[in-house]
């Protein structure tokens, strides 16, 4: 049996449809495919079918559609209960996504590898198994959450194949679908610098010209930001009439720029990664320009010669990496914002030599969820590149249904990204993996990123063991155990950060044209860069709504959660993966401690509201803290149930205590507490929030 999902949702047994009728069902047979044989919750498939506003029977209605579902797909596949869900196993039926992602796997090791006419057929093929704008017959709530994860991927399997037409020397056949791309994607840089080249190759250098500008326009209209670097090398090279000069083919040593002087070692430009424009040297030009090179465009400067164009292959290859080292990190974050003093920080331990650091160059990053931790750390990766020439590697170890990654698994995409391929005997064995890991890196100049971190154990195999190897860990403060004495813990943007935020992804225009509401916004969104960059998206996604609509949408408390959700972006989805990383009794004790309210409080007041000795709530407290569900305050500020400067202060951020009070169920009535204060609404209470 077939399943298709790139595309309308299908299932087909020896060429013929199965009969799925309505869009639930195709709904939950999209999610139990998605979860790749994993328990899918009835919790999330009540969402995914009904979003905010299930019906009474839901666990009844779920367990009819499963039970159609069943009989639908027949005995060739196994659709069975596991609490607290679902499972489907496809036995040897065949699922597009999966096809779809090897073939894309091993077109993107291709191209890695400079072997272009491999990945070109196998990028090919990958494409061709979509047959349409992908699940268009399931829910909105499924639509919103899956496919625009789905059209990134496609973009990105789009941008490497042209990739590897262009370095096979295609470009007149690439220029009428990459016009359509552009068009398509306007924002997405490389296939701009795509079409730069192939236009340029095409002896059409006016029009890549104009490319460009139109895509500089674009990019400050829609984010206030300039052109990226991929971007910025592709016009210098065009200028610098460069841009025609395909990569080396595999087994031919590049030309250096330029001779090197007496007592220099000849330097060849690293080949281009995925994604990079091609600059490469050549010789220098005759009168006329080089054989099959098109004229320069009118009024632009005359290409440099041997010395000047050193320069330009230098700073257009600044950021490339040596010839097969990895680089996994994700993009970075489109509008990425503040956090001066944490990049500082993290600057700093990334550009000490190692002989001069008093240990191991690792940094455990903290905060709460949609605090904007994975977007630092992959900010500072992109940032320190060229210090780690040997690669950067990159792991979530939260997997997409909130189970942490297997560390064997996650050792072995580490060491194929390192050319290690780790031999079939040892894939179970954890301890063999490491000691291979470890003898891979002993030597390398290596940037890892471990995002999501949750487990201790599931951290120390990751750590590499060279010196010259720096890390990055994201998660709570109880890993410190592993990865050291360097933590970075984030706090929610301050108000003139938010705004720059919100600015910056929603574009100059709409703020300044209304101030007013574009700072109710940033009150409301309390710091949290997630929701910030929701409500900014949302801003470019809707041209037509006013900033102060969408503040009025924000303003109302029990729908504000439900508002600040875009696509896969959700506060109220981070916050409740959070929340399900904690203990039951974290969970019970964070509940019972909502009757406080949003201003700060003190232990004593926390034992009030628990019922429980002073010291034993200070401690649940200070746990809570650790597992950032709440904030530590410095001694001072006045609290509830205490004076002001009487020690140490705790308080909820807003939309976590939004969060908490919208969930289904019983609370205690709020706590009777010494001296209280009237307890301001949450946008009132995040006046005074100055983290």
């Excluded at 499963?66 to 005995?75: A, E, F, I």
């Excluded at 102060?548 to 408390?557: H, I, K, T, V």
């Excluded at 399900?580 to 926390?606: C, H, I, K, Q, Y």
Aim: proline residues 10%.
């Amino acid at each position: 049996m077939d399943f298709q999902l790139l595309g309308p949702v299908e299932a087909t047994r020896d060429g013929r449809r199965v009969p799925l009728t309505g869009t639930k069902t195709h709904t939950l047979l999209a999610a139990l495919l998605l979860a790749r044989g994993q328990v899918v919750p009835d919790a999330r498939l009540s969402r995914l079918l009904w979003g905010a506003d299930p019906p009474a029977t839901m666990s009844g209605q779920i367990y009819t559609y499963v039970s159609r579902l069943r009989k639908l797909l027949g005995p060739e596949v196994t659709l069975e209960r596991r609490a607290p869900g679902y499972a489907l196993g496809t036995g040897d039926g065949r699922v597009d996504v999966l096809e779809y992602e090897r073939l894309d796997r091993l077109g993107r090791q291709a191209l890695q590898e400079h072997r272009h006419a491999e990945a070109a057929t196998l990028l090919r093929d990958a494409l061709g198994l979509w047959r349409g704008p992908v699940l268009v017959n399931v829910t909105e709530f499924l639509a919103e959450e899956e496919v625009p994860h789905w059209e990134e991927e496609r973009a990105t399997t789009l941008e490497n194949r042209m990739e590897a037409e262009l370095a096979l020397g295609r470009h007149e056949g690439l220029v009428a679908e990459l016009t359509r791309l552009v068009a398509d994607f306007p924002l997405r840089e490389r296939m701009r610098a795509q079409l730069m080249t192939a236009l340029y190759r095409c002896g059409r250098q006016a029009e890549a010209l104009q490319v460009f500008d139109e895509g500089r326009a674009v990019l400050a209209e829609e984010l206030g930001v300039d052109p990226g670097h991929g971007l910025r090398a592709a016009h210098q090279a065009l200028l610098c009439a460069t841009l025609d000069l395909a990569p080396p083919t595999a087994g031919h040593t590049p030309v250096n720029p330029s001779p090197p002087t007496a007592g220099q070692t000849p330097v060849s430009p690293s080949p281009p990664t995925a994604g990079q424009t091609p600059v490469t040297s050549s010789t220098p030009p005759v009168p006329g320009g080089a054989p099959g090179r098109p004229p320069r465009p009118r009024g632009t400067a005359a290409a440099p010669g041997p010395a000047a164009r050193t320069q330009v292959v230098t700073q257009a290859t600044t950021q490339a990496v040596t010839t097969g080292a990895p680089f996994m990190t994700p993009p970075e974050a489109p509008c990425f914002t503040g956090r001066a003093r944490e990049r500082a920080a993290l600057a700093r331990l990334l550009d000490a030599r190692p002989a001069d650091a008093a240990g191991p160059r690792r940094c455990l990053i903290t905060g709460m969820a949609g605090v904007g931790k994975t977007a630092l750390a992959v900010h500072a990766l992109h940032a320190a590149r060229e210090r780690f020439p040997d690669g950067q590697l990159y792991a979530d170890l939260t997997g997409s249904h909130g189970t942490p990654e297997d560390p064997r698994e996650v050792l072995a995409r580490f060491l194929r990204a390192l050319g290690a391929e780790p031999p079939g005997s040892v894939a179970g064995d954890l301890d063999e993996l490491v000691r291979i890991y470890r003898t891979r890196t002993a030597e390398r100049r290596l940037l890892v990123l471990l995002d999501n971190a949750s487990e201790r154990a599931a951290i120390a195999p990751l750590l590499p063991a060279g010196p010259h190897c720096a890390v990055l860990v994201t998660g709570h403060v109880h890993l410190a155990a592993e990865t050291g004495p360097t933590v970075l813990p984030l706090a929610p943007l301050h108000r003139a950060e938010s705004l720059a935020l919100l600015t910056a992804t929603a574009g100059r225009a709409r703020t300044t044209a209304e101030p007013a509401a574009a700072e109710r916004i940033v009150e409301l969104c309390a710091g949290l860069p997630l929701a910030l960059r929701i409500a900014g998206t949302r801003l470019v996604a809707r041209p037509h709504w006013s900033v102060a609509r969408l503040a009025q949408r924000l303003a109302a408390e029990p729908t504000r959660l439900g508002e600040l959700s875009f696509g896969r972006l959700d506060v109220a989805g981070a916050l409740a993966r959070m929340l399900r990383r904690a203990d039951t009794e974290s969970r019970e004790v964070l509940t019972r401690l909502t009757a406080l309210g949003p201003r700060p409080f003190t232990p004593d007041s926390a034992a009030a509201a628990l019922g429980l000795p002073a010291s034993r709530a200070e401690d649940l407290v200070e746990r809570l803290a650790d597992a950032c569900l709440l904030e530590a305050l410095p001694a001072g500020p006045a609290a509830v149930g205490g004076p002001a400067g009487s020690g140490s202060a705790f308080r909820f951020h807003p939309l976590l205590l939004l969060h908490l009070q919208s969930l289904p169920i019983q609370r205690p009535a709020r706590a009777p507490l010494p001296g209280p204060a009237p307890v301001p609404p949450v946008s009132d209470a995040y006046k005074t929030w100055s983290p």
